[in-house]
């Protein structure tokens, strides 16, 4: 059975940091594409970040030089190191996996910027 369990979500001020992980189970982790989702009340769901298998990454704009995926196959467990956090970063963040044309998403796990 595919599992995602997302964690490390919490309040900070603006300018700070958090580190967000994915623990999978159920597949082979290192042979799949990881990706971060978020998704902002009103909002519709929106790509963060991918990694692919050999690691090679992927950025939305809004997210390019402040966040950085990660994946550790032995651990099989994704990360999502989130920097110079700003208010429009605020949202439910969502890992996700896809296999065999289906995707398996984590339950969520909330990022809130504010002072």
């Known amino acids: 059975q595919v599992q995602l369990v997302e964690s490390g979500g919490g309040s900070v001020q603006p300018g700070g940091s958090l580190k967000l992980s994915c623990a999978v189970s159920?597949?082979?982790?290192?042979?799949?594409?990881m990706g971060w989702y978020r998704q902002a009340p009103g909002k519709q769901r929106e790509l963060v970040a991918t990694?692919?298998?050999?690691?090679?990454?992927n950025y939305a704009d809004s997210v390019k030089g402040r966040f950085t995926i990660s994946r550790d196959n032995p651990k099989n467990t994704a990360y999502l190191q989130m920097n110079s956090l700003k208010p429009e970063d605020t949202a439910v963040y969502y890992c996700?996996?896809?296999?065999?044309?289906?995707?398996?998403w984590g339950q969520g796990t909330q990022v809130t910027v504010s002072s």
């Open positions: 159920g597949f082979i982790f290192s042979t799949y594409v």
């Open positions: 996700r996996v896809d296999r065999f044309g289906r995707p398996y």
């Open positions: 990694i692919t298998s050999d690691s090679s990454t």
